[in-house]
């Protein structure tokens, strides 16, 4: 059977489905297991194992009752710009690229800020050799 594409998101054939179909943006372990109870699919069967008639079950569900892929990614990407727009504090902290959710910033966000520091020694040429 040819790889199963759901959502626009190949899945890969040689693991459970349980731990495949969170590939697609907006689907995590639980709630890939409730898709499969809610489908009546053994959340221990291989992807490429799937019949053509389960996976248009999951299809199906994940079409009716949840946002995945590109609508969820535009959505979130709307609610940034939103806060953005209306000057909200959160909206500030996305635009500098800084923490958003109260993490501190004295400390332990070198990545974030960019100011990453290596170790003492690091990048250092090596001693020239004694004469």
């Not at 689907?27 to 489908?39: F, Y």
């Not at 008639?53 to 949840?66: D, N, S, Y």
């Not at 910033?105 to 070198?110: A, E, G, V």
């Amino acid at each position: 059977m040819p790889p199963i594409r759901i959502a626009g998101v190949l899945l890969p054939g040689h693991k459970r489905i349980a731990y495949a179909l969170p590939y697609v943006y907006g689907i995590g372990v639980g709630l890939s297991q409730k898709i499969l109870s809610e489908a009546a699919i053994d959340p221990m069967k291989k992807t490429d194992q799937l019949t053509e008639a389960e996976v248009g079950r999951i299809r199906t569900l994940l079409e009716k009752q949840f946002r995945v892929e590109g609508d969820l990614r535009r959505e979130v990407f709307m609610n940034i710009k939103r806060l953005k727009d209306i000057g909200a504090y959160r909206g500030v902290r996305h635009a500098k690229q800084l923490p958003v959710r109260g993490q501190r910033t004295r400390t332990n966000s070198r990545t974030v800020r960019g100011n990453v520091r290596r170790t003492m020694g690091s990048g250092r040429r090596a001693a020239a050799e004694k004469t």
